[in-house]
């Protein structure tokens, strides 16, 4: 009879164990929610935005002013150099050629008198029979009409070249982006041509000018890969190069900011002039290494988390949460700066359980048996998402806590340990 009943108290104590192991697993996997460590590529990026241009475009004017009486180019219009794109009415101007005509044979002609009176005048002077003083004035009549009749055939070359300024033709091959004026318009030129036309050369070939913090304008520099979006097509990302870098700053709300040019390819047309850019620049890269979402570098341990692994484990732990052996990862002892056998310690002037700072950062995980540990990590580059981490013990696949999670489902600073360090609480 004690033997059955000593049997079945085992059997009652195996029950129990198993049952506190399932609950004990349960707890854990409600307490924590984990991110993974993986293996891959780390970009380190600066962000700008800018607007899409054409990299080479003509303001299109006229010389004289007028009522635009016809155009023949429109917007989206591909032009050819020389092509007449729109005309000027040419009733004034024709008037102005034809006075400008007249005046030119009426000094012609008075050229022409005067040079006879000219000549007669010089053989009679020859012959003692005028004076001096009337052969002097035959010649300054002579050089007037002939200064005049100069005058006049200028005036008459301005006449027909303004005339010819009314057909406006297209400086460039290219695709019209901007039409400024409508017929039966009347532009008048002053001090500056006014704008009739925008002309882009050639759309295949644009840029950004993308304006950049000057914290980070020492790492951008020509010939450097960029990566950009634009609102139109979200899903969609485009490439260019840094072409120039200008030396221009431009100051707004105190932040001083620097024009960054990057050349873009649109040979399928797909990018517009205007479209607003958001650049991404590639300033440095980490290949295949080892990386952790930022939540696990954010987490901000809760009292009973620090208790529960600042009583001392053993440094000799080697569990790991997929059970594997890599070396030892100290969960004790962090609380001494420089601890050579950790290889990091504490940040200098902080916390050992701090989150992170400008090199390293604290990662939190429980082994396969059940423990909370935490060590601290080398970091390197960080993409905003992903920041690369190293150390003893780490490696692909290592699952560390990234969040403590409430019994309720929300984020709590409580602990799941309760009573001695390393106990869950039975629940029952």
Do not use: C
Request: glycine share 10%; no cysteine.
């Amino acid at each position: 009879m004690r033997r059955v009943v000593w049997g079945g108290a085992v059997v009652v104590t195996g029950l129990v164990a198993a049952g506190l192991i399932v609950r004990h697993d349960k707890a854990q996997a409600e307490s924590y929610r984990f991110v993974t460590i993986q293996r891959g590529n780390v970009d380190a990026t600066v962000s700008a935005t800018g607007t899409l241009d054409p990299v080479r475009t003509v303001q299109v004017g006229t010389q004289v002013s007028g009522q635009i009486s016809a155009l023949y180019a429109d917007y989206n219009s591909r032009v050819k150099k020389g092509e007449l794109i729109a005309q000027l009415d040419t009733t004034l101007l024709g008037q102005a050629v034809t006075e400008a005509e007249a005046n030119a044979e009426k000094a012609k002609a008075d050229l022409a008198e005067d040079k006879f009176l000219l000549d007669q005048s010089d053989s009679l002077f020859k012959r003692n029979v005028v004076t001096e003083s009337d052969y002097r004035s035959a010649l300054h009549a002579w050089q007037v009409a002939d200064a005049a009749n100069t005058s006049a055939q200028a005036a008459l070359d301005r006449a027909r070249r303004n005339l010819r300024y009314a057909n406006i033709y297209a400086p460039i091959n290219g695709v019209v982006i901007e039409r400024n004026v409508q017929v039966g318009q009347t532009v008048a030129a002053s001090f500056s041509a006014p704008q009739l036309f925008l002309i882009a050369q050639d759309l295949t070939k644009m840029r950004i000018l993308a304006q950049v913090d000057e914290s980070d304008i020492g790492q951008i520099h020509a010939g450097q890969p960029v990566t950009f979006t634009v609102e139109a097509y979200p899903n969609r990302v485009f490439h260019g190069t840094v072409s120039q870098v200008r030396l221009e700053s431009t100051t707004s709300n105190n932040v001083v900011e620097y024009t960054v040019v990057i050349g873009v390819s649109n040979k399928d047309g797909t990018l517009l002039p205007g479209m607003t850019a958001t650049a991404t620049f590639l300033v440095n890269k980490a290949t295949n290494v080892l990386k952790v979402p930022d939540a696990a570098l954010r987490l901000q341990p809760t009292p009973e988390m620090i208790a529960d692994v600042g009583g001392g484990r053993a440094a000799g732990d080697s569990a790991h949460p997929g059970g594997a052996a890599d070396g030892p990862v100290r969960a004790a002892g962090l609380a001494s700066a420089g601890d050579s056998r950790s290889g990091f310690g504490a940040p200098p002037g902080g916390s050992p359980w701090a989150g992170r700072d400008s090199h390293s950062a604290t990662l939190w995980y429980v082994n396969g048996a059940g423990q909370l540990h935490v060590t601290r990590a080398k970091t390197g580059l960080d993409d905003g998402q992903m920041t690369q981490v190293s150390g003893p013990g780490l490696h692909a696949g290592m699952k560390v806590v990234a969040s403590v999670i409430s019994p309720s489902g929300q984020g709590s600073s409580s602990s799941p340990f309760g009573g001695r360090r390393g106990f869950f609480r039975m629940g029952f």
